[in-house]
């Protein structure tokens, strides 16, 4: 199970914090990643982050303004946008990376809108 927060309303250059707190699985073992899905869009990835935090991917509509990263202890990550853009107005789900299975949280909304 995963369960989103953190989203809200920000304005163009703000910054948001958002967490998921992760349940029912190996977390300490899986390689996460944040997605993000805009209206009358497919779901995209937006970052990944090794079990071990030691390796970091992005895409590259975001890369330099967002960081992931993870708590195996607490099995929650994060993901930390800076200088946020309107095109990143979306819903954003965690998941583990390729995910096989057809479960996603219910997503946080993130607007940036002035």
């Known amino acids: 199970q995963f369960v989103e927060s953190g989203g809200g309303l920000v304005q163009p250059g703000g910054s948001l914090r958002l967490s998921c707190a992760a349940s029912?699985?190996?977390?300490?073992?899986?390689?996460m990643a944040w997605y993000r899905q805009a209206p009358g869009k497919q779901r995209e990835l937006v970052a990944h982050?090794?079990?071990?935090?030691?390796?970091?991917n992005y895409a590259d509509s975001v890369k330099g303004r967002f960081t992931i990263s993870r708590d195996n202890a607490k099995t929650t990550v994060y993901l930390q946008m800076n200088s946020l853009k309107p095109e990143d107005t979306a819903v954003y789900y965690c998941?583990?990376?390729?995910?096989?299975?057809?479960?996603w949280g219910q997503g946080t909304q993130v607007t940036v809108s002035s």
């Open positions: 029912g699985l190996t977390f300490s073992r899986l390689v």
């Open positions: 998941n583990v990376l390729n995910p096989t299975s057809d479960y």
């Open positions: 982050i090794s079990s071990g935090s030691a390796s970091t």
